[in-house]
């Protein structure tokens, strides 16, 4: 029987730069060969260089398929008081004109 | 020396830290908050992105998600209330807390602000430690220094609704433009809408060639921030995401006023 390797996903790889400075430090200065070297595939390098949107929705795929994962995708939640909190009393109405 | 319960063990006092992972928990993660969530008894936390949890379930198990006080209808007041009611009642239990917020915990974070306040007027040590904002990401990606011509920064509906005074020369950052008019948890297709109305006033206030920048940094390293520039008048400016901030850089500082400098100069002895 033959063992595969389990496929490497980038957010392993970014769990891994957190804990390694001078990893992190050589992905800073060149992500594309850092990446080939720690086994990443040519969709995960894409998915980098094509910016955040791709990368949240390449490692929203590799948790999509951990059933033990998946419950970490949910949307961006925007912690903001916004226009919607009032600050002081409504003012009473005008009284109509008779 | 205090006195020990007879026939009891002493009740554990609880504590709360309030921290944010920075825009990109990876790299910006601070070695204080790191080392305040690796020693809590329960992390509570609240963020945007799955890179980031997964960082913050890797430093502690306990860690659990708040997201699930979110709807995408349920007004965000009544969430924030439950968010608050969870890490306090979490330290009033007697747990050491560390609550784990998006970016920097005080900045556009409601909850942390009021759980802070809460359980020191409970009489329970809390704080708050600084992290990485949307702001801090910005000033070194565009190059804007606060300091050439002035700042003013605001939450996007606060600033549309309340119309506050505006310094043209300063640069003006505006947080939350695809939440603009938003009181659920979710963004609508009408926030495209509402931008161009909030285009609409800044034309009113700056002129239609004036630039503006819709800026996201990545919560991710190695990956280049969303950049995006056009003038204010442009009718193609396509409509902010979720993350976006929207900055009008800063213009023409104001001339020296002779009278102030003059008096600065007689001041110097």
Known sequence: ?98 | MGETPVGGEVPRRGSLTVVGTGIDAVSQLTPSARGAIEGADEVLYLLADPVAALRVEALNPRARSLDHFYGPTKARRETYAEVVEAIVGAVIRGSCVCAVLYGHPGVSALPGHRAVARVRAAGLPARMLPAVSALDCLFAELGVDPTTSGLQTYEATYFFVRRPAVDPHATLVLLQVGMLGEAGGAATEAVAARFRLLLDRLVGLYGLAREAILYEASPYPGAAPAVDRFALGDAEARAPSVMSTLCVPGQDRPPVDPDARRALELSGG
Not at chain 1, 14 to 30: K, N, Q, V
Not at chain 1, 72 to 77: C, H, K, S, V
């Open chain 1, 1 to 98: 029987m033959t063992s595969v390797a389990p496929e490497r996903r980038l957010s392993d790889f970014f769990l891994r730069l957190a804990d390694d400075p001078s990893l992190l430090e050589a992905y800073g200065r060149d992500p594309q060969t850092t990446l080939t070297s720690a086994g990443l595939g040519d969709a995960q390098i894409d998915a980098v260089l094509g910016g955040p949107d791709a990368v949240r929705s390449a490692v929203e795929t590799e948790l999509t398929n951990d059933s033990a994962l998946r419950r970490l995708i949910t949307a961006p939640r925007m912690s903001t008081e916004g226009g919607d909190e009032p600050d002081e009393p409504d003012e009473p109405d005008e009284p109509d004109e008779p």
